[in-house]
Nanobody
Framework: QVQLVESGGGLVQAGGSLRLSCAASRRTFSMNAMGWFRQSPGKEREFVAG????????EYADSVTGRFTISRDNAKNTVYLQMNSLKPEDTAVYFCAMCRGPQVSATSDTYDYWGQGTEVTVSS
């Protein structure tokens, strides 16, 4: 069983920044792609960003491209999501997830393990 623990959420004004972290318990963390998803009240969960096993390839949702950056530190079993120029529409619970394989994926059903989520609120 893999545990994923997110941190770094909070309340921020529009235009501000937050950095989310996700620590994984798995020793073979470096073999799996990782992703960030989010869910707002009344909406379905959506893909935000993904990163492959090495960190050499990333993928972003159109809505966050140019504002968010995903990265990973395999030595620390941690993946990050740097969020800049935040907008009220970015308000959501953000989930970290571990992909079944090493390649980046935007499809939620390719992810086997999920964190409990961290809440991000962007005020206007």
């Amino acid at each position: 069983q893999v545990q994923l623990v997110e941190s770094g959420g909070g309340l921020v004004q529009a235009g501000g920044s937050l950095r989310l972290s996700c620590a994984a318990s798995r020793r073979t963390f470096s073999m799996n792609a990782m992703g960030w998803f989010r869910q707002s009240p009344g909406k379905e969960r959506e893909f935000v960003a993904g990163i492959n096993w090495s960190g050499g390839r990333t993928e972003y949702a159109d809505s966050v491209t140019g504002r968010f950056t995903i990265s990973r530190d395999n030595a620390k079993n941690t993946v990050y999501l740097q969020m800049n120029s935040l907008k009220p529409e970015d308000t959501a619970v953000y989930f970290c997830a571990m992909c079944r394989g090493p390649q980046v994926s935007a499809t939620s059903d390719t992810y086997d393990y999920w964190g409990q989520g961290t809440e991000v609120t962007v005020s206007s």
